[in-house]
């Protein structure tokens, strides 16, 4: 049985494929394709003023394309002290005096850029609280089934001076990134970047560590997105359990 996921992240497609994969062994990477592996154009307009609105957009847009069982997940970085920005806009932000929210007929940012404007918006903020949130649907044609979910965390404090911080280590027990910058350099050099997106500004108290700081199998336990794919996961099963009576 087919499942499509509705983006073209490669990121989060492969996060998606790793943590069903893991809850559900019956299903293998063939099982999961993206409309770009398919050569297929997908581009719906993301006109929701949630995170779930959006996810369900694009669920809906790509099974009427397909015509098959379709996981969409709409997700972002919602900060409290700037009013839940970036939030919707997560994936186009341009900062309050870049261009607007949402980066309409601008072009494209990269993931450090983004990092780095939401840093210069957070200066003097003592409210350091943020979350990840993922909104996910699966629909079938004749059902659909949701979740949301969160992770909690803070942005970290200060400049990003060290793009891709390593894994945890002793001695950072805030978010101080120009601590990191420091271990990074006297312990870390060659450390491989594990994440994506924000993932490098939202320290984790609990875990020492930027989700960015995560092994893939630590962020997948721990994220919003994991956590809400376990969820969803529940009803694929019933789907592959129908399909095979």
Same mark, same amino acid.
């Not at 806009?89 to 007929?105: L, Q």
């Not at 059902?143 to 404090?157: K, N, Q, V």
């Given at each position: 049985m087919t499942f499509w996921f509705?983006?073209?992240?490669p990121h989060k497609a492969e996060e998606l494929k790793s943590i069903l994969i893991e809850a559900l062994p019956p299903l293998s990477a063939a099982s999961l394709k993206t409309p770009k592996?398919?050569? %297929?154009?997908?581009?719906?307009?993301? +006109? @929701?003023?949630?995170?779930?609105?959006? !996810?369900?957009?694009? !669920?809906?847009?790509?099974y009427g394309i397909v015509g098959e069982p379709v996981i969409a997940d709409d997700s972002g970085l919602c900060i409290d002290a700037l009013g839940g920005r970036?939030?919707?806009?997560?994936? &186009?932000?341009?900062?309050?005096? $870049?261009? @607007?929210?949402?980066?309409?007929?601008?072009?494209? /940012?990269?993931?450090?850029? &983004?990092?780095?404007?939401? /840093?210069?918006?957070?200066? $003097?903020?003592?409210?350091? &609280?943020?979350r990840f949130v993922c909104?996910?649907?699966?629909?079938?044609?004749? &059902?659909?089934? +949701?979740?949301?979910? +969160? /992770?909690? $965390?803070?942005? %970290?404090?200060?400049?990003l001076n060290c793009q891709r911080f390593p894994p945890r280590m002793a001695g950072v027990d805030k978010a101080d990134s120009s601590a990191y910058a420091e271990l990074y350099k006297q312990n870390c050099q060659g450390w491989q970047f594990c994440g994506f997106g924000y993932d490098p500004i939202l320290y984790l108290p609990g875990e020492g560590a930027t989700v960015a700081g995560l092994a893939p199998s630590e962020k997948n336990r721990l994220s919003h997105r994991g956590k809400a794919a376990r969820k969803i996961a529940v009803y694929i099963a019933e789907m592959i359990s129908r399909s095979a009576c």
């Open positions: 509705a983006s073209n992240n592996e398919a050569g %297929i154009e997908f581009d719906p307009d993301e +006109t @929701g003023t949630t995170f779930m609105e959006n !996810a369900l957009i694009k !669920a809906r847009a790509l970036p939030g919707i806009y997560s994936a &186009r932000y341009r900062g309050m005096e $870049g261009g @607007g929210m949402d980066g309409a007929g601008l072009p494209n /940012l990269s993931d450090d850029e &983004r990092n780095a404007i939401v /840093l210069r918006e957070m200066e $003097g903020q003592a409210d350091r &609280r943020a909104a996910m649907a699966l629909i079938d044609g004749k &059902r659909e089934y +949701t979740a949301l979910e +969160t /992770l909690e $965390g803070e942005i %970290i404090a200060g400049k």
